[in-house]
């Protein structure tokens, strides 16, 4: 079992240094996108949480069109594990993330699979069914509405003030959540609410307020808090940083990351790479709906480094790093082509990349930045091609 973190502090250790050994593995896959291997990782250990195959979102517009938001996107995220999902805007995080929670539009339409597990119990499946998985994306809305949000996955939205009533007061609301999930009253409740506030950093002299009353910063953590209410087994944090100085970005990722002691899972969907960094035990990276790479966090970020071109580009953009943007924009997602979809902006593209690259052992590309890459005191990387 993993061990129970301290709170977080100002100019504490790494968090995910002081996680390192948890597990965070999978076996009996079936065939996934990206490289099995990389999809989870073989443990006799391994606690299930939620295990993504093939998921896929379409979205019909008025004139006929299909927008391949997300495609053939596969990964586990295991039970005490933090998980980063990192792209530009519009690549798919979002969307896969209401993919999830049943939160689409209706002219959205799914495939797919989005197995959420019991972590505890999986392994011995009750005689009625109650401990089998859940599909997700099969679940009606009446088991998503009573049993699955905010009590088996949290959401920390992309937009909290949109998703924060406006006529009542956080300190309502975050009551509310509590008596509703907790079944405290009276002064428990009144205790209850004012750490559910601090745990996010929201102030108590705050919280009679109104959420249009908060600076998009405070907003942030009104969310943050009440997401965090039911403890829930997985937790899906969508760019929970947005508005954040850097020391409240530190103390609200480490927050996140300590959710997931005792067995939690963390799905972080950010562009925030330095945060994500800091939390992050693998790395899913994005791009026009697909996933193009799937990688251990240390390696990611330190060395050898990204083995996609995009990952690549990604963390050289960082003002810390390179500070050189990736070219071009990102393709019209109704319109994508049949091989690379970012081969119009790949120095490595070649005549193959108007094949859609076969994934293989974590990234889908081609020409992947393979050996001889060593990241400089600088942060500059250097690399070959394969
Ligand atoms: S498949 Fe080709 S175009 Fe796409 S990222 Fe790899 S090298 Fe670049």
Redesign the pocket.
């Known amino acids: 079992m993993a061990h129970a973190l301290p709170r977080p502090v100002p100019h504490r250790a790494h968090p995910r240094h002081r996680l390192a050994g948890r597990c965070v593995a999978g076996t009996d896959q079936p065939a996934a996108p990206i490289g099995a291997d990389a999809v989870s990782r073989p443990s006799e250990t391994f606690r299930p949480l939620l295990r993504v195959r093939e998921l896929s979102v379409r979205f019909r517009t008025r004139g006929g069109r299909d927008i391949a938001a997300v495609s053939e996107v596969s990964f586990d995220l295991a039970a005490g594990e933090c998980l980063a999902l990192v792209g530009e805007s519009g690549c798919g995080k979002s969307v896969l993330a209401s993919a999830l929670l049943g939160l689409l539009p209706a002219n959205a339409r799914t495939s797919g699979s989005a197995l959420l597990h019991h972590p505890a119990r999986d392994a011995a499946p009750g005689p009625a069914g109650q401990d089998r998985p859940l599909d997700l994306l099969a679940a009606d809305e009446a088991t998503l509405a009573r049993t699955v949000r905010g009590r088996r996955v949290g959401l920390v939205p992309q937009s909290p003030a949109a998703h924060l009533t406006p006529v009542r007061t956080v300190g309502s609301q975050l009551a509310e959540i509590v008596r509703e999930l907790k079944g405290l009253r009276g002064k428990e409740l009144a205790e209850a609410t004012l750490a559910a506030a601090a745990r996010a950093a929201f102030p108590a002299d705050h919280l009679d307020r109104c959420p249009h009353q908060l600076s998009g910063g405070l907003a942030q953590r009104a969310a943050t808090a009440l997401a965090l209410v039911g403890d829930a087994p997985l937790l899906l944090a969508d760019e929970p940083t947005t508005g954040l100085d850097r020391e409240l970005v530190e103390r609200t990722v480490d927050e996140l990351r300590a959710h997931t002691d005792d067995g939690r899972g963390l799905l972080l969907i950010t562009h925030d790479l330095p945060a994500a960094e800091r939390v992050a035990d693998r790395v899913a990276v994005m791009y026009a709906g697909r996933l193009v790479e799937l990688a251990e966090a240390g390696p990611f970020f330190g060395a050898p480094g990204p083995r ?3 990952a690549d580009g990604l963390l050289a953009a960082l003002p810390e790093r390179d500070f050189v943007p990736v070219p071009g924009m990102p393709p019209e997602l109704g319109d994508l082509p049949d091989g ?1 979809a ?2 119009p902006r ?1 120095a ?3 005549a ?2 108007a094949q859609l ?1 076969v994934p293989s052992d974590g990234v889908a ?4 930045v393979t050996t001889g890459r060593s990241v400089s005191a600088s942060g500059r990387r250097e690399g070959s091609t394969a």
Do not use: M, S, T, V
Request: charged share 10%; proline share 18%; net charge neutral.
């Open positions: 996609h071109p995009y690379c970012f081969a790949c490595r593209a070649g193959e990349c690259p590309c081609h020409h992947p």
